[in-house]
């Protein structure tokens, strides 16, 4: 991979990563912010996929195996919020946060 190409794939994650940023900071509903946040998930294996590579056309093969790792964990931790938004959802009939602005949310 060239420099250019590195420096596009960098460039790239640093964009997943501050759009997923956006979406979780702005999002209400539970599930787009855990969307949210594999996206920026995403945006730092791009990034750690960038910063491995060489001029040379070889990749390091140690942000490759982190890379790896992080998406099986990722995977299981998407999983697991997933089903915790759907158990919160059965149970309080909404899987959005709670308005503080409004009386009925607010706890006594």
């Known amino acids: 991979m060239t420099a250019a190409g590195a420096t596009l794939f960098a460039v790239l994650g640093a964009a997943l990563v501050g759009v997923g940023l956006f979406g979780l900071l702005s999002a209400r509903h539970l599930l787009r912010r855990v969307v949210a946040f594999n996206v920026i998930g995403s945006g730092i294996f791009v990034f750690f996929g960038a ?8 990749a390091d093969p140690v942000p490759q195996a982190l890379i790896i790792t992080g998406i099986v964990v990722a995977l299981a931790a ?5 089903a915790l ?6 149970t309080r009939g909404a899987a959005t946060l709670p308005d503080e602005t409004a009386p009925e949310d607010r706890a006594p």
């Open 51 to 58: 910063a491995g590579a060489r001029g040379t056309g070889a």
């Open 78 to 82: 998407s999983a697991l919020a997933v």
């Open 85 to 90: 938004v759907v158990a919160l959802a059965r």
